[in-house]
C-alpha cells in the first residue's frame, strides 16, 4: 500500500520512515513538500498521493510561542488534522496521528488513563485537543496516540538541551515538581510500527473506528531527575567535555521558573490498555538515552 508520512524531519518522522518502510510504499514528506498550515495543499497532495494510510507526526510543538502566536499553532495543530481526516476518509484510508499529555491539567494523583477528563492549560494543548476532537468529529478510521516528553537524535529536545547548558554552565536549576515519561522517538516509531503490523494481520480498524491510546515510556520522572540522568550517562560516555556534574543540577518549584505556557504538573500517562490491546509492555526510557549519547557523541567527534 502506499503510505504518505507527514513531518519526516522531525524527531518521530524521521524514525517512522524506517518502521514504516515494511508496510508499503512510504511517501515522506517535510515542511517543503507540505506546509500543514496550507490547508489547501494537505487537500492537493492527498488528492495527488492517494494513500492508504497516514500518518501525521508534524505539529506545533514550540509550547511557549505558541501563546502569541494562536492563529498558526490552531491552523496547524486544530484545523490540519481535521482536514486530513476529511481526506482519509474521502480515500477509505486510516489516519495515524500522534497528541499529547498537555491535554490534562495535571492535577491527578495518579497516571492519566485515556477516559480521564481532559483540560488543557495552554494554547499547545488546546490546539491538540482541538486536532484530536476534528479527528473524531470526521468519522473516519483513525488511530490517536498521546505521548509525552518526547526525545531523540534529531531535532531539538531537553536532552540536547541540557547537553548544551552542561558545556556552558557549572551548576543549573532545573525544575522537579513537574512529573512525566520521557519518552523515545525512537521507541514510538517502533510502537506504531508494531500496532500497524498487528491491525494488519488481525484487529484491523471497523469503518468510521477511532482508537486513541497512551503511548509513554516506563518509569516517569521528574523533569529535574531527567537532566541529572542526562548529565550522569553522559559523563561515562566517551566524547563529552562537560563542566557540569548531575550533583550541581539543582532541583527548583514551577513558580521559580515562570514560562509563558502553563505545563501539567502530573504529565504521567497509563499505558495499560495499548498494552493489553497488542501485548505490548512499554520499556524503560533510560537504555535509548544512553544509546543517543553514544551517537550525538560519534558524529560530534566526526565519526
Same mark, same amino acid.
Given at each position: 500500500?502506499?503510505?504518505?508520512?507527514?513531518?519526516?524531519?522531525?524527531?518521530?518522522?524521521?524514525?517512522?520512515?524506517?518502521?514504516?518502510?515494511?508496510?508499503?510504499?512510504?511517501?515522506?514528506?517535510?515542511?517543503?513538500?507540505?506546509?500543514?498550515?496550507?490547508?489547501?495543499?494537505?487537500? @492537493?497532495?492527498?488528492?495527488?498521493?492517494?494513500? @492508504?494510510?497516514?500518518?501525521?507526526?508534524?505539529?506545533?510543538?514550540?509550547?511557549?510561542?505558541?501563546?502569541?502566536?494562536?492563529?498558526?499553532? !490552531?491552523?496547524?495543530?486544530?484545523?490540519?488534522?481535521?482536514?486530513?481526516?476529511?481526506?482519509?476518509?474521502?480515500? *477509505?484510508?486510516?489516519?495515524?496521528?500522534?497528541?499529547?499529555?498537555?491535554?490534562?491539567?495535571?492535577?491527578?494523583?495518579?497516571?492519566?488513563?485515556?477516559?480521564?477528563?481532559?483540560?488543557?492549560?495552554?494554547?499547545?494543548?488546546?490546539?491538540?485537543?482541538?486536532?484530536?476532537?476534528?479527528?473524531?468529529?470526521?468519522?473516519?478510521?483513525?488511530? %490517536?496516540?498521546?505521548?509525552? &516528553?518526547?526525545?531523540?537524535?534529531?531535532?531539538?529536545?531537553?536532552?540536547? !538541551? %541540557?547537553?548544551?547548558? *552542561?558545556? =556552558?554552565?557549572?551548576?543549573?536549576?532545573?525544575? *522537579?515538581?513537574?512529573?512525566?515519561?520521557?519518552?523515545?522517538?525512537?521507541? %514510538? @516509531?517502533?510502537?506504531?510500527?508494531?500496532?500497524?503490523?498487528?491491525?494488519?494481520?488481525?484487529?484491523?480498524?471497523?469503518?468510521? =473506528?477511532?482508537?486513541?491510546?497512551?503511548?509513554?515510556?516506563?518509569?516517569?520522572?521528574?523533569?529535574?531527575?531527567?537532566?541529572?540522568?542526562?548529565?550522569?550517562?553522559?559523563?561515562?560516555?566517551?566524547?563529552?567535555?562537560?563542566?557540569?556534574?548531575?550533583?550541581?543540577?539543582?532541583? %527548583?518549584?514551577?513558580?521559580?521558573?515562570?514560562?509563558?505556557?502553563?505545563?501539567?504538573?502530573?504529565?504521567?500517562?497509563?499505558? @495499560?490498555?495499548? =498494552?493489553?490491546?497488542?501485548?505490548?509492555?512499554?520499556?524503560? &526510557?533510560?537504555?535509548?538515552?544512553?544509546?543517543?549519547?553514544?551517537?550525538?557523541?560519534?558524529?560530534?567527534?566526526?565519526?
Amino acid at each position: 500500500m502506499t503510505i504518505l508520512l507527514l513531518g519526516k524531519d522531525g524527531q518521530v518522522g524521521w524514525q517512522l520512515q524506517r518502521s514504516l518502510a515494511p508496510h508499503g510504499k512510504v511517501v515522506a514528506c517535510g515542511r517543503a513538500e507540505c506546509d500543514l498550515s496550507d490547508l489547501a495543499a494537505i487537500r @492537493s497532495l492527498l488528492r495527488v498521493v492517494r494513500p @492508504s494510510l497516514v500518518v501525521n507526526a508534524t505539529a506545533y510543538t514550540a509550547v511557549d510561542k505558541a501563546e502569541s502566536d494562536v492563529a498558526v499553532a !490552531t491552523r496547524v495543530n486544530a484545523e490540519a488534522p481535521g482536514v486530513l481526516a476529511e481526506e482519509c476518509k474521502a480515500l *477509505a484510508a486510516t489516519l495515524v496521528h500522534y497528541s499529547t499529555d498537555y491535554v490534562y491539567d495535571g492535577t491527578k494523583a495518579t497516571p492519566y488513563v485515556e477516559t480521564d477528563a481532559t483540560d488543557p492549560q495552554s494554547v499547545y494543548g488546546r490546539t491538540k485537543l482541538a486536532g484530536e476532537d476534528a479527528i473524531r468529529a470526521v468519522g473516519g478510521r483513525s488511530l %490517536i496516540f498521546r505521548t509525552s &516528553w518526547v526525545f531523540g537524535a534529531r531535532g531539538g529536545n531537553f536532552v540536547k !538541551t %541540557i547537553l548544551r547548558l *552542561a558545556r =556552558e554552565r557549572e551548576t543549573l536549576n532545573v525544575v *522537579a515538581d513537574q512529573v512525566g515519561s520521557p519518552t523515545p522517538a525512537a521507541m %514510538i @516509531s517502533t510502537v506504531t510500527g508494531i500496532v500497524l503490523a498487528m491491525l494488519r494481520r488481525g484487529a484491523l480498524l471497523e469503518k468510521g =473506528e477511532n482508537r486513541l491510546y497512551h503511548l509513554a515510556a516506563a518509569n516517569p520522572v521528574s523533569w529535574c531527575d531527567f537532566a541529572r540522568t542526562i548529565v550522569a550517562l553522559a559523563d561515562e560516555t566517551p566524547g563529552f567535555d562537560l563542566l557540569l556534574q548531575a550533583e550541581a543540577i539543582n532541583a %527548583i518549584t514551577t513558580a521559580e521558573y515562570p514560562t509563558p505556557a502553563r505545563r501539567p504538573a502530573n504529565s504521567r500517562l497509563d499505558c @495499560s490498555r495499548l =498494552e493489553s490491546d497488542f501485548g505490548l509492555e512499554m520499556p524503560d &526510557w533510560q537504555p535509548y538515552l544512553g544509546r543517543m549519547l553514544q551517537l550525538l557523541a560519534l558524529k560530534q567527534n566526526g565519526y
